[in-house]
Nanobody
């Protein structure tokens, strides 16, 4: 079955960095535009970043533009999000999914930015 497994989150101080990974299985990863999404406590899930099938273009939410880099390895069925200069407002559970998203969501990975 379709599985999306996010990892790489953790507790980091403001200004720190994290690299999130998303391992996909149960479907052919390559043909899909993929995105990262996040959900902060008490808020709706929001879109963070998108990458095209062949990594030829990327797009970012204004809130993370210039601080995050999305990438993918189609051979490994893996999506990445490099997050730098983290801020407390980046605290959220981060998810990967296709864009537009399928009904299959993973458990997410918690990112907490706090001193």
């Amino acid at each position: 079955q379709v599985q999306l497994v996010e990892s790489g989150g953790g507790l980091v101080e403001p200004g720190g960095s994290l690299r999130l990974s998303c391992s996909a299985s149960g479907f052919t990863f390559r043909p899909y535009i993929m995105s990262w999404y996040r959900q902060a406590p008490g808020k709706e899930r929001e879109w963070v970043a998108t990458i095209s099938v062949g990594s030829t273009w990327t797009n970012y939410a204004d809130s993370v533009k210039g601080r995050c880099t999305i990438s993918r390895d189609n051979a490994k069925n893996t999506l990445y999000l490099q997050m730098n200069s983290l801020k407390p407002e980046d605290t959220a559970v981060y998810y990967c999914n296709a864009n537009p998203p399928s009904v299959h969501w993973g458990q997410g990975t918690q990112v907490t930015v706090s001193s």
